[in-house]
């Protein structure tokens, strides 16, 4: 599958070229390189008040915060991080920058910017500042746009599978048995999907978007109040717009990968793990993408992209995942088709490569990893403020393993209701999202980062024996994995 970009990156093998300062050790030697072509550099400044500390930090919240429930934690979290981004740091870098165009951040304490080398010297030089990434993608100005279908939320009567086909990847990884026998089809889950569109319309999506209840559609306002217009299915970070579909067949992508989430069967085969959950729909950079589904409500959200040669970028995305976590969004990603172009450690990349996202492998009907499918391990030793996981041990990945495909039904385009001749671990991903969905269905206040944890302690193990970077802990397991939920939410 096409690898999507969220982030802006340098490509290859840089060196530092010079100005004075620029081997500052604040200053990420990927912007360095930038230092000597004349223009300003888009950069994110990492203050150095954070939530977290590193390595270390996420391990201990999640063990200081075990028996809290996650509606408590998204509360407590998310107040903690805007509370952190508003104590004055990022207020001495503005002051210090001057009048220039600015994201300010809260998921992490950061601002992005576009700043001369000169400036981004001067601003290294602060206590505030911690560190200095290349900058995570502008978000455009919000405008007005226009939602090009508005769609009315169906009265929705109890799902029923009826003579509806199931396929044989939904089979597989046990989940008619959970539709049947716990009546659970993801009811009450808000799924986002950071994808570059979808196609809302299809008919076995249509009945299950989000809706933000406080925004009235193409009035041209903000109604919530939430610095975006007609924000009603989701938001377009990429180009500052509320409209999220994509019809183009260089688009679909995103549209089938929704399929395996919430496909409800209208056209006669069900393709989706949990086909009531409601959909949210995102583009864009990540940083602000996290945000939104926090603030909005979003239970678990789907990345089926790949990000390479990030370097320190990697740990910037590491503490903005793990935040996001600990505020109780479950994160899940497939692992990338690069087996036979990249050399391990790189074949798992950002984000599935960051330890506490669920990164989705994938298996053939044959219980076989396909030879496009990435392998792990992955290694964060050479990360600044990490140093963790050294080769050749590594960071086990991926966690779990889904059906990548290609040969069952896919949500199709226009004029054709589904496909089945795709194939990537970008549908690996959203078989787990589906089951991630199922899980808190049934047991909504699990923390999300318990939810990784009983997938891979229920996923049906494949050689060799144990969680290896191959297919990780196994095969996953829907029925075990909403049984171990339930019982957990019991304890």
Known sequence: MTIKRLVPVLMGCLSLVGVAGASSDKIDPLVSARFGRGNEVSVTILCRSQLLDSPGGFA?????NAARKRSELRTDVVGRLKALAANGEQEAVLKSIGDVAVDRHWIVNALTAELSPRTIEKIAALDEVKYIYVGFSPVTAPGAGRISEVI???????FRIGDRTVPWNLKGIGVPRVWEKKDNFGDGIVVAMLE???DYTHPDLRNNLWVNAGEKPNNGKDDDGNGLIDDYYGYNFRTGSCEVRATTAQQHHGTMT???????????????????????LLSGSG???FQYALEQGADVLNMSFSIPYLGNGRGLWRLMAEHTVCAGLVLVSGCGNFQQKAEIPVQIRIPEGIPCIIGAGGVDQEMKVPSFCSLGPVEWASVKFYGDYPLPEGLVKPDVCAFPGAGYPLLGDAGEDYINNRRGNSFSS???????ALMLS???????????????????????????????AGLVDAWAAVSAAEAAAHR
Do not use: Q, S
């Not at 009315?152 to 109890?158: G, I, M, Q, S, T």
């Not at 959203?430 to 991630?436: F, N, Q, S, Y």
């Open 60 to 64: 201990r919240f999640c063990a200081e």
């Open 152 to 158: 009315r939320p169906p009265k929705r009567e109890p």
């Open 196 to 198: 570059h569109g979808v």
């Open 258 to 280: 929704a399929g395996i989430v919430a496909g409800d069967g209208t056209g006669g085969t069900i393709t989706g793990v949990a086909p009531r959950a409601r959909l949210m």
């Open 287 to 289: 940083v602000y993408a």
């Open 430 to 436: 959203p078989h787990v999202v589906g089951v991630a």
């Open 442 to 472: 049934a047991a909504p206040e699990l923390p999300a980062w318990r939810i990784r944890e009983l997938l891979e302690e229920t996923a049906n193990d494949l050689p060799p024996r144990g969680k290896d970077p191959r297919t990780g």
